[in-house]
T-cell receptor, first 110, second 114 residues
Framework: KNEVEQSPQNLTAQEGEFITINCSYS?????LHWLQQHPGGGIVSLFM???GKKKHGRLIATINIQEKHSSLHITASHPRDSAVYICAVSRGGSQGNLIFGKGTKLSVKP | ETGVTQSPTHLIKTRGQQVTLRCSSQSGHNTVSWYQQALGQGPQFIFQYYREEENGRGNFPPRFSGLQFPNYSSELNVNALELDDSALYLC?????????????FGPGTRLTVL
């Protein structure tokens, strides 16, 4: 079993829909990251959070430390949101490497 | 302030060859992490360098090696290439080695091994 699991693996939505991507992890963490990867391959960090909720524009990320679960929400989705969304965790300590989920491929249709 | 850059963008090699991939970290960042991303998978941690010293390694064989230079740029070397080494190789730089430091990713190098 992977240490970081995401669902769904693939998601197709119509423009304007509210989208939720889920992430569960099985290890102790110091922070959870939500990242966006476009077809070219480059990865952009969306959020880094260790508790509660963060919001940036139409994106909202929440984390429940007790349940070891996080969600990424996209409100009023748009075709330009189409990308792979990846959840990753950092374990803490003096080694900051990330442990990644497999990603959720989101396609938003106009 | 320039972001993280990687070279080359794409590379084709044959089995048994050696390859060197390069990464220039973001200005002011002293830590570089390397990741391998196979098609359809999430990235896997290869190793991390902090101030020119290796600071942790993932489950990769010794033919994957690295360097970090005084200007904090980094190289990933892979010897005796295998078909399964075909992947996107990502580097990420950060202000420090601790887990609370946000990592900034380069665009990646896509390696194809034939």
């Amino acid at each position: 079993k992977n240490e970081v699991e995401q669902s769904p693996q693939n998601l197709t939505a119509q423009e304007g829909e509210f989208i939720t991507i889920n992430c569960s992890y099985s290890v102790g963490i110091s922070a959870l990251h939500w990242l966006q990867q476009h077809p070219g391959g480059g990865i952009v960090s969306l959020f880094m959070l260790s508790s509660g909720k963060k919001k940036h524009g139409r994106l909202i990320a929440t984390i429940n430390i007790q349940e070891k679960h996080s969600s990424l929400h996209i409100t009023a989705s748009h075709p330009r949101d189409s990308a792979v969304y990846i959840c990753a965790v950092s374990r803490g300590g003096s080694q900051g490497n990330l442990i990644f989920g497999k990603g959720t491929k989101l396609s938003v249709k106009p | 302030e320039t972001g993280v850059t990687q070279s080359p963008t794409h590379l084709i090699k044959t089995r048994g060859q050696q390859v060197t991939l390069r990464c220039s970290s973001q200005s002011g960042h002293n830590t570089v992490s390397w990741y391998q991303q196979a098609l359809g998978q999430g990235p896997q941690f290869i190793f991390q360098y902090y101030r020119e010293e290796e600071n942790g390694r993932g489950n990769f064989p010794p033919r994957f090696s690295g360097l970090q230079f005084p200007n904090y740029s980094s190289e990933l070397n892979v010897n005796a290439l295998e078909l399964d080494d075909s992947a996107l190789y990502l580097c990420a730089s950060s202000l420090g080695r601790n887990s609370y430091n946000e990592q900034f990713f380069g665009p990646g190098t896509r390696l194809t091994v034939l």
